[in-house]
C-alpha cells in the first residue's frame, strides 16, 4: 500500500530565509503528486500538483516542488519565506487504481521575524 | 463558486448523543470523503464514496456511520457521540481520475462533553 512520510514535525524558519519542507513517498509504477497548504482554521488548499512532464512544479505563490522518481521525493521548496507563509503544509500521492489520495501527517511552517 | 459546503462549522454536543455532518459540493464530483483531524495525527479517512449509491471504510470507520444522499450530498452520522470523537472533520470531493486533487470544505469542529 502507498504511504507518504513528511520527515519533519515543524519547520521554524525566518522571514526571507529559504526553506524546504520534505515529502518522500513510497515506490510505484504510476503516481501523482499534490502539495496542500492548510492556514489556521481553514480547510486544505491545493498549492501545486505533479502529474506528469517536467519534473519541477510551481505555484503561484512562489512554492516550487522537484519530482525525483530516483528518490521517490517531492520536496516543496521557497526561496524566501513571508509571514503569510505560516501555514501546515501537507504532501499526499495517488495510485492508478486507487480512490483515495494518501496524505502525510503534516509539517507546520513557522515563520520567525 | 461554493465548491464544498459543510454544516455546521461548530458545534458541542454531550456523550451519547447523536449528530449529523452535512456536506454538498456542485462541482459535478463522483467521489466524495470524510477525514478526520487531529493534533499530530494528520488527516485520517473515516469513510468515502466513490460513487453515487457507494460508501466504503476508511481507516476510523468505527462510531460512525455515512449516507451518500445523491451525487451532491454525503453525510455523516455520529449515533452516539463519545470524547475521542472529539476532533475536526473535513468533508472532500474529487473529479473522476486518479490525477484530480481533492477540493476540500472549512471543516466542522466538533467538541463532545
Known amino acids: 500500500a502507498q504511504s507518504v512520510t513528511q520527515l519533519d514535525s515543524q519547520v521554524p524558519v525566518f522571514e526571507e530565509a529559504p526553506v524546504e519542507l520534505r515529502c518522500n513517498y513510497s515506490?510505484?509504477?504510476?503516481?501523482?503528486l499534490f502539495w496542500y497548504v492548510q492556514y489556521p482554521n481553514q480547510g486544505l488548499q491545493l498549492l501545486l500538483k505533479?502529474?506528469?512532464?517536467?519534473?519541477l512544479v510551481e505555484s503561484i505563490n512562489g512554492f516550487e516542488a522537484e519530482f525525483n522518481k530516483s528518490q521517490t521525493s517531492f520536496h516543496l521548496r521557497k526561496p524566501s519565506v513571508h509571514i503569510s507563509d505560516t501555514a501546515e503544509y501537507f504532501c499526499a500521492v495517488s495510485d492508478q487504481g486507487d480512490d483515495k489520495i494518501i496524505f502525510g501527517k503534516g509539517t507546520r511552517l513557522h515563520i520567525l521575524p | 463558486n461554493a465548491g464544498v459546503t459543510q454544516t455546521p462549522k461548530f458545534q458541542v454536543l454531550k456523550t451519547g448523543q447523536s449528530m449529523t455532518l452535512q456536506c454538498a459540493q456542485d462541482?459535478?464530483?463522483?467521489?466524495m470523503y470524510w477525514y478526520r483531524q487531529d493534533p499530530g495525527m494528520g488527516l485520517r479517512l473515516i469513510y468515502y464514496s466513490a460513487s453515487e449509491g457507494t460508501t466504503d471504510k476508511g481507516e476510523v470507520p468505527n462510531g460512525y456511520n455515512v449516507s451518500r444522499l445523491n451525487k451532491r450530498e454525503f453525510s455523516l452520522r455520529l449515533e452516539s457521540a463519545a470524547p475521542s470523537q472529539t476532533s475536526v472533520y473535513f468533508c472532500a470531493s474529487r473529479g473522476t481520475g486518479y490525477n484530480q486533487p481533492q477540493h476540500f470544505g472549512d471543516g466542522t469542529r466538533l467538541s463532545i462533553l
Open positions: 505533479y502529474l506528469s512532464g517536467s519534473t
Open positions: 462541482m459535478n464530483h463522483n467521489s
Open positions: 515506490s510505484s509504477v504510476s503516481v501523482y
